[in-house]
């Protein structure tokens, strides 16, 4: 998989945004590709953003469904992974506005 492919982009929720915002300031919620592996993510990070990544947390976001009828049934949240990635004291912060290509 491509490394530009793998990150989909931040994830928005109360808990990201305190996370974010603790006393150390490096915690960081962001969604990824279905298929991406700590290594790749770490990879893309460091390419893209020009971080320093200390660690990797990834996890399965199931999908969350209702049933309409006995044999129908409707998906109310996609599953998704995403990944909880720790950068290193001496990092600049996350900023998914600077991404830099790579030619």
């Known amino acids: 998989m491509h490394l530009s492919r793998i990150i989909l982009g931040p994830v928005v929720t109360e808990k990201a945004e305190r996370l974010k915002a603790s006393a150390d300031h490096r915690t960081y919620t962001i969604r990824v590709a279905p298929t991406a592996t700590k290594v ?16 990797v947390r990834a996890l ?6 209702r049933d309409i009828s006995p044999y129908q049934s409707m998906e109310k949240r996609h599953a998704s992974r995403k990944v909880m990635v720790r950068l290193t004291s001496n990092s600049k912060p996350l900023d998914f506005s600077t991404f830099k290509a790579q030619l």
């Open 60 to 65: 399965k976001v199931r999908a969350k469904t």
């Open 40 to 55: 790749d993510v770490r990879n893309a990070l460091e390419a893209f953003f020009d971080v320093q990544v200390e660690s």
